[in-house]
């Protein structure tokens, strides 16, 4: 888990070849420990971060004001179910707002959010 953590934080820096290398390795230890729905996980990542291409304008006004609070409550730790029940929503409109959150900023899964919603609101701050 832990090369996974840390694939996941290299997708946040935009360090797509290192992430993918992590993820690699995350995957093969998962696979010969018998962990199956992680490195199916994995894979699903890979993938994702394979063909996915980061875009070229990252800033706040790319997210809706609803996106980035459903993002922020995603790094924050709460589940779809949980950030639905906040926002007073259902948990297929908080996985529409990630899916393009997702999308908007480059990112495979929601343990990479983290580091580009900081870097946007850094940008904001400057």
Not at 56 to 76: C, G, I, P, Q
């Amino acid at each position: 888990r832990s090369h996974a953590v840390v694939g996941a934080a290299l997708i946040g820096m935009g360090e797509r070849d290192a992430a993918l290398r992590e993820l690699s390795v995350a995957r093969r230890l998962a696979e010969s420990c018998g962990a199956r729905a992680l490195a199916a996980e994995l894979v699903d990542t890979q993938l994702t971060l394979s063909v996915r291409r980061a875009p070229t304008v990252r800033s706040m006004d790319t997210l809706t004001v609803r996106e980035h609070e459903v993002a922020e409550l995603a790094v924050r730790g709460l589940t779809n179910r949980q950030i639905a029940e906040k926002l007073v929503v259902s948990v297929k409109t908080v996985e529409g707002h990630l899916s393009r959150v997702f999308t908007k900023l480059g990112v495979p899964c929601r343990t990479a959010l983290a580091a580009p919603l900081r870097k946007m609101e850094a940008e904001l701050v400057h």
